[in-house]
């Protein structure tokens, strides 16, 4: 509330201050002593400060306000007597300085009352201002100078490193004259929290203090050490151990610490041992205490605290095998807090630190695990040359089949996913309880997808009785995620946001970020299935949240669809185009080519507005979306194999969904998305229902109303795999005028994929059966790009085409018996 006093009452409160600057207590209870101006001067204790210790910290906050009127340094500081014939006495610009200083902060003693007066009239004659008017009005001005700085330093702190310098050396200035003192906070300096009193006095007894035990309950009285626990331990003020610290002896620093490191390794404190040992510059011996703790120190959720010492310890004092140790153990650690850079860095210097085979393999196994949200083909190499390289009978082999196992799951490659799982379960060591968890959680996963529920839910629960048994949390919420999206599967879909809730809970206290936003994208999912749209869309807006805050963006895309198919549900037309059109932004920005296709099969299902920007109107190919909506308004007749086998199945099955091709085809969602989007622009299928209730049907009538000659032929299915089957329904004899209005729309397209720059037909006296197309290119394609432009030209016009380039067209006669379309 101090920053809303008006001017007036501020220069109020300051010149209160200044009258009672000599008595502490006085000071103590004025609102200045109450507020944030005083955080730098609690050097001793900021959370609890005495009274006398606020009165202390606003007489310096009011020397420094003082000190600052100068003009210069003075030249006799405060507390230096001031002789009367100083010139800067009478100097004008040293007025306001000297009357808050000789009257407030420095009185005048009676001996040095000049002319029979007292304060004033001494003042007078010895700055020279000519009367008492002048004098009251040019200390009015330097109160209110006081006041205004004050009000400055509370709007922005930036001295507050000043005036905390000044408040140590204030505080140690008490200490100057008590040796004993000194050196025994000096010892407690060495320590970094809470500490017992018994071990600061065993070390006081090692070095010259007569009385410990007396010279610490005077730095007790003094307030230097608080005390707590019935006195049983002691804690020194952050601020003032780091200002001690830095002035003890190199070599006492190092002998103490490695007194308090033994104490700590008796007590089986691993943590406190370790940083003791490191600031004792033995990192060798902190690593031989720490590591056998990692894993009891992660249980407790000190993975923070770990990470921060490693990343302290250098390579300078290890051996090429301990820093390997290190650099392995960060990596793990960064991996499960979500810092995915963090791990890589350190999974590279590793690999420097490394050349036998076997240590190399576990760098790569950990780098595959870190590859496969980047890039799965990436991971599966880093995998290769990590199994290349482990002996058969390595028990991290096991780790790397079940990584490569789940990593085939994500790539729907179901074969070899159970081959590695089930090879990874046989051959797991039975005491190795958290991993075998891990094998059948990959399982379970896998006989989900592949329509084995009631398996799939045995080895869910398998898993998570196995992690229940180990007391691993994060574990145990990667096994609730499991169930949970197996009863999403199984259409049980409150146990499955229960089962989201119970992993988001744990996660939330990791403070994994990543997890979080995934659990809550999978929660807003399993309310969306059971029709629970509004609370679908708040889960994924909390979801969509917590990845713009830390950069996650194929989580971020996954919102932004999700949010885009419920929204539509809802009737809110410019919220579902701005989702699309972010998240669609984001496939290209980052490459996904996959979501890509899933974002445009949306774009249908969902009727985003086709009124959409630049930025995000283009396909993955380059082509603009009004000319993708062209290709779509005249569908091509050319069938892919695949395409043909997925058109013959939904006529004979009579309607097909993306979850039905994924397990006929056994292709991935995006993939499965693509053909059933591409065969609806074709005009094949035709797709019903909006979101996740669409589904595609066969077109019993012709895909363009207009062009009522243009047909479904039946498909012909080729048996030799090295032939696109082609199925080309029947085409009225083309002209001119039907030509120019199939190939206009693609102008844009064909000059930016094939840099043609004009376009003919010839003419003849009977219109031909195939297109001769004459073109004018601004760069000559290669073979390869000339097949593919008569490829597109075929698609565009429902016909075969002739492509002749205008260089090799002849005389002028066959010139002249070309039509340009355009030129």
């Not at 549900?569 to 185009?577: A, G, K, L, M, P």
């Not at 002849?810 to 002249?816: I, L, M, T, V």
């Amino acid at each position: 509330m101090l920053g809303l006093l008006s001017d007036s009452s501020l220069t109020q409160l300051v010149n209160d201050a200044l009258r009672n600057y000599q008595s502490t207590l006085a000071l103590s209870r004025s609102a200045l002593a109450n507020s944030s101006l005083l955080t730098p001067t609690l050097v001793k204790d900021e959370a609890s400060p005495t009274a006398e210790e606020r009165g202390h910290g606003l007489r310096l906050l009011l020397q420094w306000a003082v000190n600052a009127l100068a003009p210069e340094p003075p030249q006799y500081a405060l507390g230096a007597y001031r002789p009367l014939d100083d010139p800067a006495w009478h100097d004008p610009r040293w007025w306001r300085y000297n009357i808050l200083r000789h009257r407030y902060l420095e009185p005048l003693h009676p001996d040095d009352f000049v002319g029979g007066g007292r304060y004033t009239e001494s003042l007078l004659a010895l700055t020279g201002i000519s009367s008492t008017d002048a004098f009251f009005d040019e200390r009015n001005r330097a109160i209110r100078a006081v006041a205004e700085r004050l009000r400055q330093q509370l709007i922005d702190g930036g001295t507050n490193l000043e005036l905390q310098q000044l408040a140590l050396q204030e505080a140690i200035l008490l200490l100057e004259k008590q040796t004993e003192a000194a050196r025994l906070l000096g010892i407690a300096a060495t320590f970094d929290d809470i500490f017992p009193r018994t071990l600061l006095l065993e070390i006081a007894a090692q070095e010259p203090i007569s009385k410990p035990g007396l010279t610490l309950d005077a730095l007790i009285t003094q307030r230097f050490l608080l005390t707590g626990d019935e006195g049983a331990s002691l804690w020194l003020s952050p601020v003032l151990r780091a200002y001690v610290y830095e002035r003890q002896p190199q070599a006492d620093r190092q002998r103490r610490h490695r007194l308090v490191a033994a104490y700590y390794e008796t007590q089986a404190a691993a943590l406190p041992a370790a940083r003791h040992w490191h600031c004792a510059q033995q990192d060798a011996r902190a690593l031989r205490v720490l590591l056998p703790a990692v894993d009891d120190l992660i249980h407790e959720l000190q993975a923070k605290k770990l990470v921060e010492f490693l990343q302290r310890i250098g390579a300078k004092q290890l051996t090429d095998e301990q820093w390997y140790t290190v650099q392995l153990l960060l990596s793990d650690l960064f991996y499960q807090s979500g810092q995915q850079e963090e791990a890589l860095a350190a999974c590279r210097r590793a690999l420097q630190a490394s050349v036998e085979p076997g240590a190399q393999a576990r760098v790569y196994r950990r780098m595959g695990k870190l590859y496969e949200s980047r890039n799965q083909l990436h991971a599966l190499r880093y995998y290769q040359q990590a199994v290349e390289r482990f002996q058969p009978t390595d028990p991290e082999l096991v780790e790397l089949l079940k990584d490569r196992g789940w990593l085939y799951f994500l790539r729907r490659d179901w074969e070899k996913a159970e081959h590695d799982l089930q090879h990874a379960q046989k051959v797991a060591p039975a005491d190795r309880q958290r991993l075998q968890a891990d094998i059948y959680d990959a399982m379970a996963s896998l006989k989900r997808e592949t329509g084995h529920h009631k398996q799939a839910l045995t080895y869910a629960e398998r898993a998570l009785a196995m992690r229940e048994e180990e007391g691993d949390l994060l574990r145990i919420a990667k096994s609730h995620g499991n169930l949970g999206l197996l009863y999403r599967t199984m259409g049980e879909y409150n146990h499955a946001i229960a089962a989201y809730h119970e992993a988001m809970t744990t996660y939330q206290k990791s403070g994994n970020q990543e997890l979080m936003a995934a659990a809550l994208l999978n929660i807003g999912a399993a309310y969306f299935s059971a029709g629970k749209i509004a609370e679908a869309i708040t889960a994924y807006r909390q979801s969509l949240a917590l990845c713009q805050m830390t950069d996650l963006p194929l989580i971020a895309i996954k919102a932004h669809y999700n949010l885009a198919e419920a929204l539509a549900t809802t009737d809110q037309r410019d919220e579902v185009t701005a989702h699309w059109q972010a998240g669609y932004q984001l496939c290209q920005q980052h490459n996904f080519d996959d979501q890509e296709a899933l974002f445009l099969a949306l774009r249908k299902t969902v009727e985003v507005s086709s009124d959409i920007s630049s930025a995000t109107s283009s396909t993955a190919d380059g082509t603009q979306a009004s000319e993708y909506a062209a290709l779509a308004a005249t569908p091509p007749a050319r069938l892919e194999a695949d395409e043909a086998f997925v058109v013959t199945l939904t006529q004979r099955e009579g309607s097909m969904t993306t979850q039905r091709l994924m397990h006929a085809a056994s292709v991935s969602r995006a993939t499965a998305t693509r053909r059933l989007t591409r065969l609806v622009e074709k005009g094949y299928l035709d797709i019903q229902g909006k979101g996740r209730a669409a589904h595609y049907v066969p077109v019993e009538t012709p895909a363009n109303p207009t062009d009522s000659a243009i047909i479904n032929a039946p498909m012909l299915l080729q048996t030799d795999a090295t032939h696109a089957p082609t199925v080309m329904p029947k085409v009225p004899p083309l002209c001119s005028m039907s030509m120019c209005s199939l190939l206009q729309g693609c102008r844009q397209a064909l000059l930016a994929r094939f840099a043609v720059a004009g376009l003919g037909v010839v003419t003849a006296a009977e219109s031909p059966p195939q297109a001769h197309l004459v073109v004018h290119f601004t760069q000559t394609p290669d073979l390869a790009g000339y097949f593919a432009l008569k490829a597109y030209l075929a698609e565009r016009l429902q016909a075969q085409v002739d492509v002749v380039p205008d260089f090799v067209t002849g005389s002028a006669q066959a010139q002249d018996a070309v039509e340009w379309l355009w030129s």
